[in-house]
């Protein structure tokens, strides 16, 4: 899955040299770094990655060129691989689960930002690591709203056990901070707005002043024909909500976003290996590929298809069942796919907003899983 050395000029021009029989993942890093610029101008404080997204060295290196300086890593792997990267950059090591192992290797490369959300787990951050110059968030939760799935389901503390984490931070020497995240592909400005009130009423019952407040990931990428990310309004809505619950205790801000700094950046080339029957497309990529977060929230409508010329298949769009190349019965994408009529053996379709959660899970089982990268200027085709 190497990048490509050679630039193309967009997705098309690649696909009609190359006329390439695996799934090819193209990436922008204009794209890329104008999105990291959007966010750094646009949200008010410190902006940084979340690396399980999309850990590509290239996406990593074009944050850092855009001005990015933090990242949340979630794992000793990541942690390695910025400090590789990026050895001056800020990491926030805020999966609130680790093994002693991961905090001493944490504490090892100078990790100095960690987040929690139960007594068990912060009993053995303050065992294992040095009070100075340390940050510990709070993680809660609250019911979501507006989010594809649910991340509250596995992490977060209730309101009331992040009150009694914070004053044991607080009483324990670290610099105590907060944090949330209020769900993946969130669409609603709103659900920040929740959880800041919430954050602000925690730090009020716990009768701690805290340092940061970190509003978490959950920022979409394009993923609907049409329907734009809110991003400008979620920045506002933060940025006022912040204000008025906080007054004059207003913490110093972050962010993290995943999804909606690498997800645009990329677009997926599938190619059709068979129309059956006028009803099913099986394509050479598929949930146990690229595809699997398809499966989990829901498809990426922002779809073309091309001939093998690379000319666009102009037939009246319907939907259509679409299946990738295992012979697993649940490699289907769900509901019906929106194709051209005239699509056939042979064609390209061309998924963008493909950046986040692609490279990462994709798997070669049954023998397929070949994702070759390549870089373009643009990803128009």
Same mark, same amino acid.
């Given at each position: ?12 021009? +690649? ?7 695996? =799934?090819?993942?193209? +990436?922008? %890093? ?6 990291? #610029?959007? +966010? ?55 999966? =609130?689960?680790?093994? #002693? ?41 609250? =019911? ?28 324990? *020497? ?14 609603? =400005? ?38 734009? %990310? ?55 990529? *598929? ?25 666009? #298949? ?33 064609? !390209? ?7 986040? !959660? ?24």
């Amino acid at each position: 899955m190497g990048l490509s050395k050679s630039i193309w000029a967009n997705p098309t021009e +690649f696909l009609r040299a190359q006329s390439p029989e695996n =799934p090819v993942l193209f +990436f922008a %890093p204009s794209a890329a770094q104008a999105v990291a #610029r959007r +966010f750094i101008d646009g949200f008010p404080g410190l902006v940084t990655y979340a690396v399980k997204s999309n850990p590509g060295e290239e996406m990593i290196e074009n944050l850092v060129a855009a001005g990015i300086k933090g990242f949340d890593c979630a794992s000793p792997f990541e942690i390695d691989l910025i400090r590789r990267l990026a050895p001056d950059a800020v990491i926030h090591y805020n999966n =609130p689960v680790r093994s #002693r192992t991961e905090i001493a290797l944490a504490v090892a490369r100078n990790v100095k930002s960690y987040s929690v959300d139960s007594k068990s787990e912060l009993a053995k951050l303050i065992e294992m690591v040095p009070v100075a110059d340390t940050e510990i968030s709070v993680r809660f939760k609250l =019911p979501v709203s507006g989010a594809a799935y649910n991340f509250g389901a596995k992490f977060g503390a209730t309101a009331e056990v992040a009150v009694e984490l914070l004053s044991t931070v607080a009483a324990a *020497g670290y610099i105590p901070s907060i944090t949330f995240h209020p769900g993946t592909q969130c669409t609603d =400005p709103a659900a920040w707005a929740s959880y800041i009130r919430e954050a602000a009423e925690i730090a009020r019952k716990a009768g701690i002043k805290i340092a940061r407040l970190n509003v978490g990931g959950g920022f979409p990428n394009h993923r609907a024909v049409g329907i734009l %990310p809110q991003l400008d309004a979620t920045f506002e809505t933060i940025g006022r909500v912040a204000r008025e619950a906080f007054g004059d205790a207003l913490p110093a801000l972050i962010c993290e976003p995943g999804r909606a700094l690498c997800g645009d950046a990329f677009t997926l080339a599938a190619r059709v290996k068979s129309v059956r029957d006028g009803v099913h497309v099986f394509l050479n990529d *598929g949930i146990y590929g690229s595809l699997l977060e398809l499966g989990q929230i829901g498809i990426i409508d922002r779809i073309e298809v091309l001939d093998p010329q690379g000319n666009h #298949r102009t037939g009246a769009v319907h939907g259509w069942i679409c299946f990738g190349p295992t012979c697993d019965s649940i490699d289907r994408l769900p509901g019906d796919v929106p194709f051209p009529s005239d699509i056939t053996e042979g064609d !390209y379709v061309i998924v963008h907003g493909m950046g986040s !959660y692609s490279t990462v899970t994709n798997s070669r089982f049954n023998g397929f899983g070949d994702l070759h990268r390549a870089t373009v200027l643009s990803l128009d085709v």
